[in-house]
């Protein structure tokens, strides 16, 4: 059975930093783009940031550029997400996913979803 699952999730002062983690299980992830999204109270889900299977490309949302960063331990299964700088803004239910059919960088679909961590920045 495929499995994500996230940690590092928390309560944390706006400017603080968290590092997500997204541990997959069932079957090896290495040959797929991984993506970070999240969802906020009453709002859709939106795009976070994204890295294709080697590491060698990664995609950002605006909103994140310049103060998240993804990157992945293929040895380990692992995706992570470095939050810095974070915003009051930042608060939402982060997801990982994994797109396993070879879309062309970034993907505009994933096919694997992971059951959320909750973040949440006080001001």
């Known amino acids: 059975q495929v499995q994500l699952v996230e940690s590092g999730g928390g309560l944390v002062q706006a400017g603080g930093s968290l590092r997500l983690s997204c541990a997959a299980s069932?079957?090896?992830?290495?040959?797929?783009?991984m993506g970070w999204f999240r969802q906020a109270p009453g709002k859709d889900r939106e795009f976070v940031a994204a890295i294709s299977w080697s590491g060698g490309s990664t995609y950002y949302a605006d909103s994140v550029k310049g103060r998240f960063t993804i990157s992945r331990d293929n040895a380990k299964n692992t995706v992570y997400l470095q939050m810095n700088s974070l915003k009051p803004e930042d608060t939402a239910v982060y997801y990982c996913a994994a797109e396993t059919r070879f879309l062309p960088f970034p993907p505009v679909s994933y096919d694997y979803w992971g059951q959320g961590t909750q973040v949440t920045v006080s001001s």
């Open positions: 069932g079957r090896t992830f290495t040959y797929d783009s």
